[in-house]
């Protein structure tokens, strides 16, 4: 009796260095988050893929339509503000989490809908930021800027180098 047996490599399948590979995943994640019976935030997220090599890290994807959406609660557990990716990363070793590729940054205090190529929340120093263009919007006006910063309870919402101010109907 005679066994054969056959082994194909495909460099596109599987990624020469294993320390990349994903080490567990979630589908339809809904996470929440409290302190002292108070919520904080909730996140949805279509995939959730968390890797612990070369840099421990997690990806919050979009899948199907569905985007990444976090939700900031307030004290009187009102939604204080939502911001919104087409994926984000979190590097769970320096507390730095950064959203990519369309974020939307809705300021439930004052009305304003923030739109960015991206955005950086550093827990350590209490920010939120982008150093790219950003654009306002707030009824009938519309402002633009270099840059966007907060902290990161979203409570104090800046955009660096504010400039034109456009007034348009409806």
């Known amino acids: 009796m005679a066994l054969l047996a056959a082994c194909h490599s495909d460099r596109n399948v599987m990624p020469e260095d294993h320390g990349d590979m994903v080490i567990q995943e979630v589908h339809d994640a809904h996470v929440r988050r409290s302190e002292y019976g108070n919520l904080q935030l909730e996140l949805d997220a279509p995939i959730i893929q968390k890797y612990e090599k070369p840099k421990a ?10 985007r990444v959406q976090l939700r900031l609660y307030g004290d009187n557990r009102n939604i204080r503000s939502i911001i919104e990716a087409s994926y ?5 070793d320096l507390d730095i989490m950064e ?10 205090s004052n009305g304003d809908t923030i739109y960015l190529e991206d955005l950086i929340w550093n827990s350590n120093e209490d920010r939120i930021y982008s150093d790219h ?5 707030n009824g009938k006006r519309v402002t633009e800027g270099d840059g966007f910063v907060s902290d990161q309870r979203m409570e104090n919402m800046q955009i660096i180098h504010q400039r034109g101010i456009i007034e348009f109907d409806d």
């Open 88 to 92: 984000a990363i979190s590097f769970d």
């Open 57 to 66: 890290k997690t990806l919050y994807k979009s899948d199907r339509g569905q």
């Open 99 to 108: 959203a990519h590729d369309s974020v939307v940054v809705i300021d439930f």
């Open 133 to 137: 263009p950003v654009r306002a919007k």
